[in-house]
């Protein structure tokens, strides 16, 4: 199995070269070369994610260093329950925030550092995996990687501009995880990675590598609970599902296209975006024109430019196909605001504000079965979720401990938005 890049039609490599690489030579991401094709009965005696795992990727890691350690890595990976609960005759809810950092980059983020733990030699210098974040990603990386030998993870955010909950899920860890708090905003914080990628000295002195979402190692194991879900939904229900995907990166989106190229059975796919217009502009004109980013109240979909969008056009080749087989629907932040509202009587459930955009989307789509995609727990979002509620949140066990330890450090050090000072912050 190869995988090619996005920008090159000639440059391949295997899935853990690409897992290592992160992002092709160019700037392309990588994508299967072909996507294997897999049929029900493959999976007739798979029951959890784990078993439906080792199946669906079986395929995708074939002749791969890390064929014959699949099933650990999907073990480390789906080691929290992924509960499909139905919230009418034709509806459910895929709640997939209840790993260590209550979202669901939780399931990527915690495939990738296994498959990297792998993957690296013992005798390897020790690996900095330098990541920026606005929000879930950054949490989840420090999760996933935290306590493992060899790795250390450097995380920047932008100091104030993220909650506190969000905040203690970067700093409470210590160990080999390192945060800093850059005097100024999310782009500064990206900038900076980006320079210490592009700085030859600093990346001869150390092993630096991202865990963004267009690593391949945390696209493919995004694949696995949309199979899950959609081989339960079919056996509870007698039809293929629908998703709803909350999307700003389109990461989660094209793992679950690939899911459904690969035969699952998924009857559609459907994109929920916030006010960020990029996306839905897309599928209405075909015209693609990334923008300055929008703040809305679903932060973590606060995307201008989709990274992933060069991926959704390689899967179908052509706008009109595109079109033909993706409805994407745009949600406001008043809509936001009723859907959280709403939610308790309407679905007896507290929505966060990313799946709040997908609860919203239903109402806009045909009366088909749907599950919608739950991406993160509404207690991460307190400040916006309990006053339209009315009610105190009840906060999840792994984030309570984590605040817990959070309070019991010192806060992180904060950090000029320069490239010298995160080199010395690095090389310290
Ligand atoms: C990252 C994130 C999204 C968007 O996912 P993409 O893969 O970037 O499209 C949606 N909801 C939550 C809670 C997230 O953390």
Not at 220 to 245: C, K, N, T
């Amino acid at each position: 199995m190869r995988y090619v890049s996005t920008r090159d039609a000639t440059h391949f490599a295997t899935a853990s070269e690409a897992i290592e690489r992160g992002m092709a030579p160019g700037g392309g991401l990588y994508v299967p070369e072909r996507i294997p094709r897999l049929y029900l009965s493959d999976f007739s005696n798979d029951e959890g994610a784990v078993a439906v795992g080792r199946t669906l990727l079986a395929p995708f890691f074939r002749g791969d260093p890390l064929a014959g350690v699949l099933g650990d890595l999907c073990e480390e990976a789906f080691d929290f329950p992924l509960p499909l609960r139905p919230l009418n005759e034709r509806t459910a809810v895929l709640e997939l925030f209840h790993g260590p950092t209550a979202a669901f980059k939780d399931v990527g983020a915690r495939f990738l550092a296994a498959a990297l733990a792998r993957l690296r030699p013992a005798d390897a210098p020790p690996l900095t995996i330098l990541v920026a974040t606005s929000g879930d990603t950054g949490g989840a990386v420090a999760a996933a990687f935290h306590g493992r030998p060899g790795m250390r993870v450097v995380v920047l955010y932008p100091e104030g501009k993220i909650s506190p909950r969000q905040e203690a899920q970067l700093t409470g860890w210590g160990g080999n995880v390192q945060a800093f708090a850059v005097r100024g905003d999310f782009d500064d914080c990206q900038r900076l990675v980006k320079g210490a990628f592009a700085d030859r000295a600093l990346r001869e002195e150390m092993a630096l590598t991202s865990a963004n979402s267009i690593n391949l190692g945390r696209l493919l194991p995004q694949m696995v609970y949309y199979a899950d879900a959609s081989l339960r939904f079919l056996r509870e229900h007698g039809v293929a599902p629908g998703f709803i995907v909350p999307s700003g990166n389109l990461g989660n989106a094209v793992a679950c296209l690939w899911a459904q190229r690969a035969g699952l059975p998924i009857r559609e796919v459907a994109l929920s975006t916030n006010a960020n217009p990029a996306i839905a502009e897309y599928f209405e004109t075909g015209a693609w024109e990334p923008r300055p980013t929008v703040a809305t109240l679903a932060t973590a979909m606060d995307v201008g430019a989709a990274s992933n969008f060069e991926r959704l056009v390689h899967l179908f080749g052509s706008w009109a196909e595109a079109h033909r087989r993706v409805r994407a629907v745009r949600v406001s932040d008043e809509e936001i605001r009723e859907e959280i509202r709403r939610g308790p009587e309407r679905w007896n459930t507290v929505w966060d504000p990313h799946t709040a955009t997908a609860a919203s989307a239903l109402a806009r789509l045909p009366r088909e079965p749907w599950i919608v995609v739950a991406t993160a727990h509404p207690a991460k979002f307190e400040d916006v979720v309990e006053p339209l509620v009315g009610e105190t949140l009840p906060v999840p066990p792994s984030l309570a401990v984590l605040m817990e330890r959070a309070a019991a450090v010192p806060p992180a050090p904060t950090l000029d938005p320069t490239l010298s000072a995160l080199r010395d912050a690095l090389t310290a």
